[in-house]
């Protein structure tokens, strides 16, 4: 799957910047390497490929791999005036949405520019609640100021309000503010739960239920911790649904050979964009309790659900709706961010955790672990507790807020249906409905001999057909390999991230590169 | 039915809030036991914990990390106590344990938070108020920000021109010596590049598991670090009575140890030092890398204090800098990584979690493979990395920030020198308490002397002598400092850190309760 000429690329241009700047330097320092039997290097490196942890090596991140750094070269060579067939690059790898070009919600904004420079709080520009929800974050700022370091656990009255917001959304489930920890970015919160799960050898050694297709922080996250994946497939004819006899089979086969003691789901779906309905939740909560496992529930897209009928419905609220039979038992963790939803700041790195029925001692580790890394970035922090804690109807932005956050998710919803149904016309690529979060995840039919010249390039025939796409059109996607799918299905991710108009242009090159491609290998 | 989760502000109220809090949970304690495992009726366990002490990963139980440790929590515990309005010796909790300066009420420069507001809303590039260099430095940072926002991801190595930026800040502190930004990674806090160094090292089992040797005193969190990697830690000790000094002979002695069971492959240097504030001479650092070159060894030099040297005749030297002076020979050898951050040095921004490395002669297929594993974290805060880009690209002379800038930074360098001195000096007189010059850092890290009674009834607490030591200054005064066993000391030595932020005023009555309260428990243990 890695893109060998890539990678030489990148080697080359390091070597030459070595060269460039010590021009003279360079014979010497390949003659010093060798012996003066010109075996064995006097000094190769400490650290090299045969060398590293080899955990590393394992890890693969394909949302910000091989494609995306062509990309970002595409990009440059358009700068430098290289003629190309088209004039952009258009990034719907990855779920950015302001880079995309939606606008940040102005009250956050607001409030994130007082507490940064609290002058501004004499400033008659701003709105009241703005300055209110600024001074409340101050003044639990370690000497009012945003530059201090937090609790690791994250910011005391951030943590009450998410609570509070749980509590709502949940219709009136309690949270405990002391089971919430803020984290950088949801991302991280996972990691360190899964770090936390990771123990054993042999057949002893943990082993993670992920969905496929997955989000691929989970494979890289696994790989890196030398945990076992476990595979449980989604099922693409019945959109992207889970089938409990799914995580059974997957299961049972895991047993062989690891320990298997967390299930994780995304819901909604990423790369899938399905929403799960409530009686599959109770149906994966019923599995978790029957098979002793820890569940983790990745929920940051909670507030992107634009099918007719679908609504999200977050697991804590339907394991306490279970009762205190599963409710008192089952150990979940669910998380939340900043940067999907309406609000799209991914680059403040907010995000919330929230764990239930966590062992005390185990809570105590959890404290101690994330106490090492300090402390959350505060202003993501911030603007987690904006999130969580938006104008009330009654104050001054509540119009505007509202505004924008309906016009942002509508939009959503509008591009959601746009994708699915461009896309279905095409003939050779079929498409799930997008119910939720910001991704198409369509089967793409590939003709025989595209796969075989693929294989021939040592490709993966989705990055073969991607990488294309991405020379003639400039359309960067991400290869359905990358998320893993069945064998011999072909997939991509693409985001429904893009301005309406560029949208339209984008699905219709995309078309027209498909016809062409058939065309072409047939 | 339950209490809504946010505590009334009344002190009885908040009394009973907290008591039908923990009621909430006695009747599941009772239950469950303490090890929250319930029975059937006919005895048969139907379900344990997934996630338990003997069931989690034993890394993970390994880590510890004094600078938050159990006296900062017994810390915080009294604030709130002291918020209920319980009677205490001392009317409010000194935090000495960390190195927090806006907490300990050190003023942002103004600059910087101009610059992040503008980029935060930038409606406000339209509002009169901004001096014309801190719009134009946003409208920069925004250019190179997808979509111009600071909500957008970055790449995930950082932004590109903020890499350029730091690149030129190198070339200049180094005096000329060059800096490719690609050698640049932006960072979450210096502590996330740290790990990720150390975990791209570790490797192998048994004998041939990564050894990586740290000095005692050191920074916890790179025993906590190594701790969760699994990787060896090989002590090399600090030499108190030349403050603090380094000796290469101490480091080779720690190697030959270490090279009996497992394989050394890095070497960690913190300079200035954290905990005991020496600053290393051009000397020292020349020793280390001809040693680092000799050994084979991987450098990674954290520079996080850079700006903070106090004493007369010291001088900050980067590695970097150091290593490409010794010539070829050196340069085109050591790897080197070394590591800087927001969070010190006059800036003390270090809610902003920002921070850089640079790598030297790192593999290029290595530095492919450090690309990828960052890339799955995403990108460091990218308010963080607009941070490091006006740290490292300041108001210039012609500016109209300039002066304002520059005051601002003298005088918040030059009230920590003041304060270095102080605390030095204060604590010198105190029979029982040695204390090196604060050459540099935030930090002093004084020697005390602990009578055997004391020790004893420590032993009996099974608490470290120093931490007995520390947990009763706390009790007594509200002064929380960090012992000495929380950063490594040789064996029967008792010492604490303690930060040297508070305000001048403050200091004083600090430094002169430790004096009072360490007179007072000698009285009472000898």
């Not at chain 1, 249906?417 to 461009?422: D, G």
């Not at chain 2, 495992?37 to 510890?64: A, I, S, W």
């Not at chain 2, 005991?276 to 000397?283: A, D, I, L, P």
């Not at chain 2, 450090?370 to 002379?397: E, I, M």
Request: hydrophobic share 35%; net charge neutral.
């Amino acid at each position: 799957m890695r893109n060998n000429s890539f990678k030489e690329h990148i080697i080359c241009n390091v070597i030459t910047l070595n060269r460039s700047a010590f021009p003279a330097a360079q014979g010497e320092h390949l003659h010093q390497k060798m012996s003066e039997n010109g075996a064995l290097p006097l000094r190769g490196k400490v650290l090299t490929v045969d060398t590293m942890n080899a955990n590393v090596k394992k890890v693969d991140y394909a949302v910000r791999g091989p494609i995306v750094q062509r990309a970002v070269q595409i990009e440059k060579e358009l700068k430098e005036g290289v003629k190309k067939p088209f004039e952009e690059v258009i990034k719907a790898n990855i779920g950015d949405a302001h880079a995309m070009g939606q606008r940040p919600i102005t009250f956050f904004r607001q409030v994130m520019a007082l507490c940064t420079y609290p002058q501004l709080l004499d400033d008659n520009k701003f709105p009241e609640d703005a300055k209110n929800r600024a001074r409340r974050i101050l003044q639990s700022c370690g000497g009012n100021s945003i530059g201090a370091y937090t609790t690791s656990q994250g910011i005391d009255c951030v943590r009450h309000d998410v609570a509070n917001y749980i509590q709502r959304r949940d219709g009136g489930i309690p949270s405990d503010p002391d089971n919430i920890y803020l984290t950088t970015g949801a991302s991280d919160g996972i990691v360190t739960i899964l770090k936390l799960l990771t123990a054993g050898e042999g057949r002893t050694r943990t082993g993670v239920m992920i969905s496929i297709p997955q989000y691929p922080l989970y494979s890289a996250s696994i790989a890196e911790l030398g945990a076992v994946q476990i595979n449980y497939y989604l099922n693409e004819e019945k959109c992207w649904s889970l089938d409990i006899s799914e995580l059974q089979r997957s299961l049972q086969a895991a047993r062989e050979h690891c320990d298997p003691r967390v299930l994780c789901i995304i819901n909604p779906g990423n790369p899938t964009g399905q929403v799960q309905s409530r009686q599959c939740i109770e149906d994966v909560i019923r599995f978790a309790v029957k098979e002793n496992l820890f569940l983790m529930a990745d929920e940051v897209y909670q507030d992107n659900v634009y099918a007719e009928g679908c609504e999200f419905h977050s697991f804590k609220k339907v394991l306490f709706e279970m009762g205190p039979e599963y409710s008192s038992k089952v150990e979940l963790a669910s998380f939340h961010s900043t940067s999907k939803c309406y609000m799209g700041e991914c680059g403040f790195r907010g995000g919330y955790m929230e764990v239930i029925n966590m062992d005390p001692e185990v809570k105590a580790q959890l404290t101690k672990l994330v106490s090492v890394r300090l402390c959350p970035p505060a202003p993501g922090q911030a603007l987690m507790d904006l999130v969580v804690n938006s104008p009330q109807p009654g104050e001054p932005s509540y119009q505007t807020f509202i505004k924008e956050r309906t016009d942002v998710l509508s939009a959503l919803a509008e591009k959601a249906k746009l994708t699915e149904e461009i896309l279905n016309t095409v003939p050779g690529i079929s498409c799930n409905p997008v119910q939720g979060a910001m991704y198409s995840f369509p089967r793409i039919t590939l003709p025989e001999r595209a796969i075989n010249e693929a294989k021939a390039k040592g490709q993966a025939p989705d990055m073969f057909y991607c990488m294309k796409l991405l020379e003639e059109t400039g359309i960067c996607l991400v290869p359905g390999s990358g998320f893993g799918q069945r064998e011999g299905t072909y997939h991509f991710r693409m985001t429904i991230l893009p301005p309406t108009d560029k949208l339209k242009i984008m699905l219709n090159k995309l078309k027209e590169f498909h016809q062409k491609f058939t065309q072409q290998y047939s | 039915t339950l209490p809504p989760p946010q505590p009334p502000k009344n002190p009885i109220l908040y009394i009973l809030h907290v008591c039908s809090v923990i009621s909430r949970f006695t009747p599941e304690i009772l239950r469950k036991g303490i090890h929250g495992d319930t029975m059937t009726e006919n005895g048969c366990e139907y379900r344990e914990r997934v996630l338990t002490m003997d069931t989690m990963n034993p890394n993970v139980k390994r880590v510890e990390y004094a600078v938050r440790g159990p006296i900062v929590q017994r810390a915080v515990q009294i604030e709130r106590e002291l918020k209920m309005g319980i009677k205490k010796p001392f009317t409010e909790v000194i935090r000495a344990n960390i190195g927090d300066c806006h907490a300990m009420g050190q003023k942002p420069i103004t600059f910087f938070r101009q610059v992040l507001a503008l980029c935060s809303y930038p409606d406000l590039l339209e509002d009169g108020k901004f001096p014309e260099d801190a719009k134009s430095r946003a409208r920069r940072i925004l250019q190179a920000c997808g979509g111009g926002s600071l909500g957008a991801y970055s790449t995930s190595q950082g932004i590109e021109m903020i890499r350029q930026d730091i690149a030129r800040y190198i070339e200049r502190r180094d005096g000329g010596i060059t800096c490719d930004p690609d050698n640049i990674y932006l960072s979450t806090g210096a502590s996330d590049a740290i790990v990720t160094m150390l975990k791209l090292l570790v490797s192998g089992e048994g004998m041939s598991r990564t050894g990586v040797m740290i000095s005692i005193p050191q920074y916890p969190l790179y025993s906590a670090t190594l701790a969760e990697l699994g990787a060896v830690q090989i002590s090399y000790y600090l030499d108190e009575d030349n403050c603090w000094s380094l000796d290469i002979s101490e480091l080779r002695r720690a190697l030959q140890e270490a090279k009996k069971h497992c394989s050394p492959r890095a070497l960690c240097i913190i300079n200035p030092g954290n905990p005991t504030g020496q600053v290393q001479s051009r000397q020292c650092i020349e020793g280390v890398i001809r040693f680092a070159a000799a050994e084979k060894l991987f450098l990674m030099a954290d520079e996080v204090y850079q700006d903070n040297v106090y004493a007369d005749g010291c001088k900050f030297h980067s590695f970097k800098k150091v290593l490409f002076e010794m010539g070829l020979e050196y340069s085109e050898k050591v790897e080197l990584a070394s590591f800087h951050s927001t969070s010190k040095c006059y800036m003390g921004e270090c809610g902003f979690r920002g921070g850089y490395m640079e790598v030297v002669n790192l593999d290029p297929e290595v530095k492919v493979q450090l690309t990828k594993l960052v890339s799955v974290r995403l990108c460091p805060p990218v308010p963080g990395q607009a941070l490091l880009d006006v740290v490292v690209n300041p108001p210039q002379p012609d500016e109209p920030s300039y002066d304002t800038f520059i005051k601002e930074r003298t005088d918040t360098l030059a009230t920590l020198a003041e304060k270095a001195n102080m605390t030095q000096e204060i604590l010198n007189q105190v029979p029982g308490i040695k204390c090196n010059p604060v050459q540099g850092a935030m930090y002093t890290f004084p020697r005390i002397h602990l009578p055997p009674k004391a020790i004893l009834e420590a032993k009996e607490k099974e608490q470290t002598p120093d931490m007995f030591y520390c947990m009763k200054l706390l009790e007594e005064t509200g002064i929380c400092l960090v012992p000495g066993s929380g950063f490594g000391q040789r064996d029967g030595t008792y010492h604490f850190r303690m930060t040297i932020l508070p305000p001048k005023e403050k200091l004083k009555i600090v430094l002169a309760k430790i004096k009072e309260f360490h007179q007072h428990f000698m009285a009472q243990y000898s």
